[in-house]
C-alpha cells in the first residue's frame, strides 16, 4: 500500500516510486502538510518546523495562552478562511449569519485500494491496481462544514492527485465564493514559476520567472481554459534545467476558468494553490449538499524539465486519455478547411477526397460550412441539419462517395454555440446566455448557449446523436470559438447566477460524457479556436486536440514546444498546410512542414488538387514514414533537445518504448552564413548499444534544401553511419552546413546491436 498511517505520530506519508508526500494531523487536530518530493525513508518529517512566537500572527484558541502557533506560519493542507492564515486560502464562504469564517480541524482518515472517481468531473482512473485513495476529513466543530480531501497515489507514475468534496453537514446554508482543489506550502526554497501563457495563433508560451513576495495569478476568467493561460504550472527550484533540478507541476483536470496562485510569504514560505476561478464565483451549498472541485495532478521530480514531462506524457496518455483511439492507430487525415474555408460544394468535396485518398490520406474531415446557412461564420450555428445549397446530393451520399474512395469521413461541429441568425435562435432566444435587458456582447457574431440548462444539452444530445446515427462519421471535431461573457441563465434565481460559469462545465462534461459513451468508435478531437481549451479536462474526452490556429510551421515551433511541458505528442493535432502559410505569408519547404507536424498527431489542411506530381511524391513518402514512425512519435520518450533560446534552430528528438529506435529532428529557423556548426546530444538511448543512422529519412536529401559540401552531403547519404548510443549522448551529432529557407533534417536511428 502505498499510504501509511502510523498512529503513534498522527503521520499520514503517501509514497510513490520516488517520491514522499507527508501530513500530520497534530495533538489538537490541526491537518498540517510536512513534506511533499524525493523519496525519504521512514521519517517524520516535524522536524523541518520550528514555532516562535511571530509578531501579529493569530493563535488559535486550543493553544491558549501559547503564542507559539499561528496558522499564518504552519504549513497547512487545507486552509480554513477568515480565523487567521493571512495568505491565499484553499476555500472562502460566508455563513447563514452573515460571518466570512471556517476554521477545519481533522475528524478522520480512510485509506482505499484503487482511484477514486469523481461524480460529473473528469478525473484520471487506474487502469487496475495502480492507484491507492486516501481520504481525509476535516470539519468546522461549529458549523458542521466539512471537506473531505481527496489524494490519489499512483506508485509506479509518481503521480498524485488531489481534490476536495466540499459538503454543508449544518443546519443552514452556506455560500461558497471559493473552493480550491489544494493547497501546498513549501517552508524552504527559492522557486521559478513556469506558465504557458498566450494568444490565438500563439498558444502555450513558456514564461519563468522567480517567485517574488508577492501573490503570482496565473489563470483565466474567460469561463474555459483559455488561449491567454493554460491551467498547468510548474514550480522549479531557481538551477532547474531540462535534466537536473527540483520540478513541481500541477495540472489543472478542468477546461472552464481557472486560479493557480503561488505565493512567497514573510518568511519565504512559497504556497501554492489552484483551483476553478473565484471571479464572480459563488455557489449555494444548503444543508446536506456537496460541492467537488476539479482534480489537480502533481507530480514531482528531482530530474529536471524533461523527466517532468514525461511524468505527464505517459500519465496523460494511459491515465486520462481514453476510448478506442487511446490506444488504436489515429488515422491521418486531411481537412478541409484551409483548403476551401467555407466557399466548396460537395462536387469539390468529392475531388479534394479523392486526391487526398491517392495520398495515402485516411480519413476526410469536413469543417466548417456544412450546415445551416453557413457562408461566412456570421449564420447558421446551431441549424445542425446539411447546407443542400452545398451539398447537394445529401450528407449521407457524400459520406458514402468518400467511404468509396477508401477514406473514413468525419465532420466539424461547435455545438455550445449559436448565431442570431439561425432557425435554432429563433426558435430559442432565451437559451443564449444574456443578462436580462443587456445586449449580449458578440464575438465572432456569435453568443453561447446556455449549457448550465438541461433543455440545452437534452436538445444538443438528440440533435448531435442523432446526426452520428444517421451518418457514418468516424470522427467528431467539436470546436467552441469565443470565450464566454453575459453569464446569467434564465433557470437559477438572482442569488445564484455566480453559479453559471461551473455549471456551465458541468453541462458541457454532461454532454460531451453522453455522446463519448454512445460512440465509443468515434474519434473525437478538441478544438477552440485553435488550442483555448487545450487541458487535461477535454482529453478525458477527447484523446487530441487541435493544438492552434496557426500552421505556419517555424510560428508553430513554439506553441508545440511549449504544449510538451505537459501534454504528450499524441494530443497534439498538427497539419501540414499550404506554402505561402495562409496566417503569416511565410513560404516554407513541404518536408520541414511535414517534421513539425510529425511532432504531434500528423495530417494535412490543404487542397490536394492544387499539389504538383513531385509534391504529391512527397506527401506519400511522407505518411509512408509517419506510419513506419508512429510507434515511436506516439508512444516513445520525447526530448526537446533545444530550448526557445536557441535562435537559429529547434531540434528534439523521440525514443521508442524499448529504446531500439529513436527520431531525431532538426528544423533550423535562422539559416546563417558560415554558422557554427549543430551539435546535438541525444538522450535516453542505450549507452552501450550501436545506432544505425537510416540512409530513409525526411527529407529526400538535396531537394529541399542544400548541404554546403557536396562531396559530404554523398557521404553523408550513402553512407550508414553508426553511432554508440553513449558516443551519440556525449559526444553528440553533427550536422553538415545547410543552408536555404527553413530546412528540416529528420534522423531515424536504429539499434543493430
Ligand atoms: C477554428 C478552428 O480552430 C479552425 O481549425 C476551424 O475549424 C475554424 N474554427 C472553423 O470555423
Given at each position: 500500500?502505498?499510504?501509511?498511517?502510523?498512529?503513534?505520530?498522527?503521520?499520514?506519508?503517501?509514497?510513490?516510486?520516488?517520491?514522499?508526500?507527508?501530513?500530520?494531523?497534530?495533538?489538537?487536530?490541526?491537518?498540517?502538510?510536512?513534506?511533499?518530493?524525493?523519496?525519504?525513508?521512514?521519517?517524520?518529517?516535524?522536524?523541518?518546523?520550528?514555532?516562535?512566537?511571530?509578531?501579529?500572527?493569530?493563535?488559535?484558541?486550543?493553544?491558549?495562552?501559547?503564542?507559539?502557533?499561528?496558522?499564518?506560519?504552519?504549513?497547512?493542507?487545507?486552509?480554513?478562511?477568515?480565523?487567521?492564515?493571512?495568505?491565499?486560502?484553499?476555500?472562502?464562504?460566508?455563513?447563514?449569519?452573515?460571518?466570512?469564517?471556517?476554521?477545519?480541524?481533522?475528524?478522520?482518515?480512510?485509506?482505499?485500494?484503487?482511484?477514486?472517481?469523481?461524480?460529473?468531473?473528469?478525473?484520471?482512473?487506474?487502469?487496475?491496481?495502480?492507484?491507492?485513495?486516501?481520504?481525509?476529513?476535516?470539519?468546522?466543530?461549529?458549523?458542521?462544514?466539512?471537506?473531505?480531501?481527496?489524494?490519489?497515489?499512483?506508485?509506479?507514475?509518481?503521480?498524485?492527485?488531489?481534490?476536495?468534496?466540499?459538503?454543508?453537514?449544518?443546519?443552514?446554508?452556506?455560500?461558497?465564493?471559493?473552493?480550491?482543489?489544494?493547497?501546498?506550502?513549501?517552508?524552504?526554497?527559492?522557486?521559478?514559476?513556469?506558465?504557458?501563457?498566450?494568444?490565438?495563433?500563439?498558444?502555450?508560451?513558456?514564461?519563468?520567472?522567480?517567485?517574488?513576495?508577492?501573490?503570482?495569478?496565473?489563470?483565466?476568467?474567460?469561463?474555459?481554459?483559455?488561449?491567454?493561460?493554460?491551467?498547468?504550472?510548474?514550480?522549479?527550484?531557481?538551477?532547474?534545467?531540462?535534466?537536473?533540478?527540483?520540478?513541481?507541476?500541477?495540472?489543472?483536470?478542468?477546461?472552464?476558468?481557472?486560479?493557480?496562485?503561488?505565493?512567497?510569504?514573510?518568511?519565504?514560505?512559497?504556497?501554492?494553490?489552484?483551483?476553478?476561478?473565484?471571479?464572480?464565483?459563488?455557489?449555494?451549498?444548503?444543508?446536506?449538499?456537496?460541492?467537488?472541485?476539479?482534480?489537480?495532478?502533481?507530480?514531482?521530480?528531482?530530474?529536471?524539465?524533461?523527466?517532468?514531462?514525461?511524468?505527464?506524457?505517459?500519465?496523460?496518455?494511459?491515465?486520462?486519455?481514453?476510448?478506442?483511439?487511446?490506444?488504436?492507430?489515429?488515422?491521418?487525415?486531411?481537412?478541409?478547411?484551409?483548403?476551401?474555408?467555407?466557399?466548396?460544394?460537395?462536387?469539390?468535396?468529392?475531388?479534394?477526397?479523392?486526391?487526398?485518398?491517392?495520398?495515402?490520406?485516411?480519413?476526410?474531415?469536413?469543417?466548417?460550412?456544412?450546415?445551416?446557412?453557413?457562408?461566412?461564420?456570421?449564420?447558421?450555428?446551431?441549424?445542425w441539419?446539411?447546407?443542400?445549397?452545398?451539398?447537394?446530393?445529401?450528407?449521407?451520399?457524400?459520406?458514402?462517395?468518400?467511404?468509396?474512395?477508401?477514406?473514413?469521413?468525419?465532420?466539424?461541429i461547435?455545438p455550445?454555440?449559436?448565431?442570431?441568425?439561425?432557425?435554432?435562435?429563433?426558435?430559442?432566444?432565451?437559451?443564449?446566455?444574456?443578462?436580462?435587458?443587456?445586449?449580449?456582447?458578440?464575438?465572432?457574431?456569435?453568443?453561447?448557449?446556455?449549457?448550465?440548462?438541461?433543455?440545452?444539452?437534452?436538445?444538443l444530445y438528440e440533435r448531435m446523436s442523432e446526426l452520428l446515427?444517421?451518418?457514418?462519421?468516424?470522427?467528431v471535431?467539436?470546436?467552441?470559438?469565443?470565450?464566454?461573457?453575459?453569464?446569467?441563465?434564465?433557470?437559477?434565481?438572482?442569488?445564484?447566477?455566480?453559479?453559471?460559469?461551473?455549471?456551465?462545465?458541468?453541462?458541457?462534461?454532461?454532454l460531451?460524457?453522453q455522446l463519448?459513451?454512445?460512440f465509443?468508435?468515434?474519434?473525437?478531437?478538441?478544438?477552440?479556436?485553435?488550442?483555448?481549451?487545450?487541458?487535461?479536462?477535454?482529453?478525458?474526452?477527447?484523446?487530441?486536440?487541435?493544438?492552434?490556429?496557426?500552421?505556419?510551421?517555424?510560428?508553430?515551433?513554439?506553441?508545440?514546444?511549449?504544449?510538451?511541458?505537459?501534454?504528450?505528442?499524441?494530443?497534439?493535432?498538427?497539419?501540414?498546410?499550404?506554402?505561402?502559410?495562409?496566417?503569416?505569408?511565410?513560404?516554407?519547404?513541404?518536408?520541414?512542414?511535414?517534421?513539425?507536424?510529425?511532432?504531434?498527431?500528423?495530417?494535412?489542411?490543404?487542397?490536394?488538387?492544387?499539389?504538383?506530381?513531385?509534391?504529391?511524391?512527397?506527401?506519400?513518402?511522407?505518411?509512408?514514414?509517419?506510419?513506419?514512425?508512429?510507434?515511436?512519435?506516439?508512444?516513445?520518450?520525447?526530448?526537446?533537445?533545444?530550448?526557445?533560446?536557441?535562435?537559429?534552430?529547434?531540434?528534439?528528438?523521440?525514443?521508442?518504448?524499448?529504446?531500439?529506435?529513436?527520431?531525431?529532428?532538426?528544423?533550423?529557423?535562422?539559416?546563417?552564413?558560415?554558422?557554427?556548426?549543430?551539435?546535438?546530444?541525444?538522450?535516453?538511448?542505450?549507452?552501450?548499444?550501436?545506432?544505425?543512422?537510416?540512409?530513409?529519412?525526411?527529407?529526400?536529401?538535396?531537394?529541399?534544401?542544400?548541404?554546403?559540401?557536396?562531396?559530404?552531403?554523398?557521404?553523408?547519404?550513402?553512407?550508414?553511419?553508426?553511432?554508440?548510443?553513449?558516443?551519440?549522448?556525449?559526444?553528440?551529432?553533427?550536422?553538415?552546413?545547410?543552408?536555404?529557407?527553413?530546412?528540416?533534417?529528420?534522423?531515424?536511428?536504429?539499434?543493430?546491436?
Amino acid at each position: 500500500m502505498s499510504i501509511i498511517f502510523d498512529k503513534k505520530t498522527g503521520i499520514i506519508t503517501m509514497n510513490t516510486k520516488n517520491t514522499s508526500y507527508q501530513v500530520l494531523i497534530n495533538e489538537h487536530n490541526f491537518l498540517l502538510h510536512l513534506y511533499y518530493g524525493q523519496k525519504i525513508h521512514n521519517t517524520n518529517m516535524t522536524y523541518l518546523y520550528m514555532m516562535f512566537d511571530r509578531a501579529c500572527a493569530g493563535n488559535p484558541n486550543e493553544v491558549y495562552p501559547s503564542r507559539t502557533v499561528s496558522f499564518n506560519v504552519l504549513p497547512q493542507e487545507y486552509t480554513g478562511y477568515g480565523v487567521g492564515d493571512f495568505r491565499v486560502n484553499s476555500i472562502a464562504l460566508q455563513n447563514a449569519d452573515g460571518s466570512y469564517g471556517v476554521d477545519f480541524r481533522y475528524v478522520k482518515h480512510e485509506i482505499k485500494k484503487g482511484k477514486y472517481a469523481l461524480p460529473g468531473l473528469p478525473a484520471s482512473y487506474d487502469n487496475g491496481d495502480e492507484a491507492d485513495t486516501l481520504i481525509i476529513t476535516i470539519e468546522d466543530a461549529l458549523t458542521k462544514m466539512t471537506v473531505d480531501l481527496y489524494y490519489g497515489v499512483f506508485e509506479e507514475k509518481d503521480m498524485i492527485t488531489r481534490c476536495a468534496k466540499i459538503i454543508n453537514n449544518g443546519q443552514t446554508p452556506v455560500t461558497l465564493h471559493k473552493a480550491s482543489s489544494m493547497c501546498i506550502d513549501f517552508p524552504y526554497g527559492k522557486w521559478d514559476l513556469i506558465n504557458f501563457h498566450g494568444k490565438h495563433a500563439l498558444e502555450r508560451q513558456i514564461e519563468r520567472r522567480h517567485v517574488s513576495h508577492a501573490i503570482e495569478t496565473v489563470g483565466s476568467t474567460r469561463g474555459t481554459s483559455s488561449h491567454q493561460q493554460n491551467p498547468f504550472i510548474i514550480l522549479t527550484s531557481q538551477d532547474a534545467t531540462e535534466d537536473f533540478g527540483d520540478c513541481y507541476g500541477f495540472m489543472f483536470v478542468y477546461s472552464g476558468g481557472f486560479k493557480a496562485e503561488v505565493e512567497r510569504d514573510q518568511f519565504d514560505s512559497t504556497r501554492v494553490v489552484m483551483g476553478i476561478q473565484d471571479e464572480a464565483f459563488t455557489w449555494d451549498l444548503k444543508p446536506e449538499c456537496v460541492f467537488y472541485t476539479p482534480e489537480v495532478i502533481m507530480t514531482y521530480t528531482g530530474n529536471g524539465l524533461s523527466s517532468l514531462s514525461h511524468n505527464y506524457h505517459d500519465f496523460v496518455r494511459n491515465n486520462i486519455c481514453r476510448g478506442k483511439y487511446k490506444v488504436a492507430r489515429r488515422p491521418v487525415l486531411l481537412n478541409n478547411w484551409e483548403a476551401t474555408y467555407f466557399n466548396f460544394t460537395d462536387k469539390k468535396l468529392v475531388e479534394i477526397a479523392k486526391d487526398a485518398a491517392g495520398l495515402g490520406v485516411e480519413l476526410f474531415v469536413l469543417d466548417d460550412g456544412w450546415f445551416g446557412v453557413r457562408d461566412s461564420d456570421n449564420s447558421g450555428l446551431g441549424d445542425w441539419y446539411v447546407n443542400t445549397d452545398k451539398i447537394k446530393c445529401g450528407l449521407p451520399e457524400l459520406i458514402r462517395q468518400i467511404n468509396d474512395l477508401g477514406l473514413k469521413f468525419g465532420i466539424w461541429i461547435e455545438p455550445e454555440m449559436v448565431n442570431e441568425d439561425s432557425d435554432l435562435y429563433r426558435a430559442h432566444p432565451d437559451w443564449a446566455l444574456r443578462m436580462p435587458n443587456r445586449i449580449p456582447t458578440r464575438s465572432r457574431n456569435q453568443l453561447v448557449l446556455d449549457m448550465s440548462r438541461e433543455d440545452v444539452i437534452a436538445y444538443l444530445y438528440e440533435r448531435m446523436s442523432e446526426l452520428l446515427r444517421d451518418n457514418h462519421i468516424e470522427y467528431v471535431k467539436w470546436d467552441m470559438n469565443r470565450s464566454l461573457s453575459d453569464l446569467w441563465s434564465a433557470t437559477l434565481p438572482a442569488g445564484r447566477q455566480g453559479e453559471v460559469a461551473h455549471r456551465y462545465v458541468l453541462g458541457l462534461y454532461k454532454l460531451m460524457d453522453q455522446l463519448t459513451r454512445e460512440f465509443p468508435d468515434v474519434l473525437f478531437e478538441g478544438c477552440s479556436g485553435g488550442g483555448a481549451r487545450y487541458d487535461a479536462g477535454i482529453l478525458y474526452y477527447s484523446p487530441q486536440i487541435w493544438c492552434s490556429d496557426d500552421t505556419d510551421p517555424i510560428h508553430r515551433l513554439n506553441i508545440q514546444y511549449g504544449s510538451s511541458f505537459g501534454y504528450p505528442i499524441s494530443t497534439v493535432g498538427a497539419h501540414v498546410s499550404a506554402s505561402p502559410n495562409h496566417q503569416t505569408g511565410r513560404s516554407t519547404p513541404l518536408n520541414t512542414r511535414a517534421v513539425v507536424a510529425m511532432n504531434g498527431t500528423f495530417g494535412y489542411e490543404l487542397d490536394p488538387t492544387e499539389l504538383t506530381e513531385e509534391e504529391k511524391e512527397q506527401i506519400r513518402y511522407q505518411i509512408k514514414k509517419f506510419k513506419e514512425y508512429y510507434h515511436i512519435t506516439q508512444d516513445g520518450k520525447y526530448y526537446r533537445l533545444s530550448s526557445i533560446k536557441d535562435e537559429s534552430y529547434e531540434a528534439w528528438q523521440f525514443v521508442s518504448k524499448d529504446k531500439t529506435e529513436a527520431l531525431l529532428d532538426l528544423v533550423i529557423t535562422s539559416t546563417q552564413p558560415n554558422p557554427t556548426l549543430i551539435n546535438l546530444k541525444l538522450k535516453g538511448l542505450e549507452e552501450e548499444a550501436i545506432y544505425e543512422i537510416d540512409s530513409k529519412t525526411l527529407p529526400d536529401w538535396g531537394k529541399t534544401f542544400e548541404i554546403v559540401d557536396i562531396d559530404m552531403r554523398e557521404d553523408y547519404i550513402v553512407k550508414k553511419e553508426v553511432f554508440s548510443g553513449s558516443a551519440l549522448m556525449h559526444g553528440g551529432y553533427t550536422y553538415p552546413w545547410v543552408i536555404g529557407d527553413y530546412p528540416a533534417i529528420q534522423i531515424h536511428l536504429k539499434k543493430i546491436k
